[in-house]
């Protein structure tokens, strides 16, 4: 019973151990808006409730939902300066297209479109103005 449950644990230790093998992954987001403009805007970067990121003003209300960028999360309650093209949120529209491949040559394709009143950015470049927010 003692070698049965040794090779078990055997067993699994193994397992563990390909499972732990690195894999690589590569994500690849294109961020397309139509109907918008170019605009530099600043405000406050804070997380969205669904996770996402959003641009703020003083008094902490959103002015636009940021689509794309990279390394927000390191900057979530800096003043921030984002460079992009957005919707003035009446027809407005987002899409977002993502590719993920990862070493065992599996792809997926990811398709979200946001349309209606939508106030988003779609983020091209971002600079920390101040390390808080007022």
Not at 13 to 18: D, E, H, R, S, T
Request: with cysteine; charged share 30%; hydrophobic share 30%.
């Amino acid at each position: 019973m003692k070698l049965i449950s040794a090779t078990f644990c055997l067993a699994a230790i193994c397992a563990v151990g390909l499972g732990a093998q690195s894999e690589t992954t590569k994500s690849k987001t294109k961020v397309k808006v139509d109907g918008g403009r170019d605009v530099t805007v600043s405000g406050c970067l804070a997380r969205n409730l669904d996770g996402g990121y959003k641009l703020t003003d003083m008094q902490g209300r959103m002015v636009y939902a940021l689509v794309g960028g990279e390394d927000l999360d390191k900057h979530v309650g800096h003043r921030m300066e984002v460079k992009g093209k957005a919707t003035d949120g009446h027809d407005g529209k987002v899409k977002i297209e993502t590719e993920t491949k990862t070493s065992g040559d599996q792809k997926t394709k990811e398709k979200t479109e946001l349309t209606g009143d939508v106030h988003a950015l779609g983020v091209k470049s971002v600079k920390m103005i101040a390390s808080s927010c007022p």
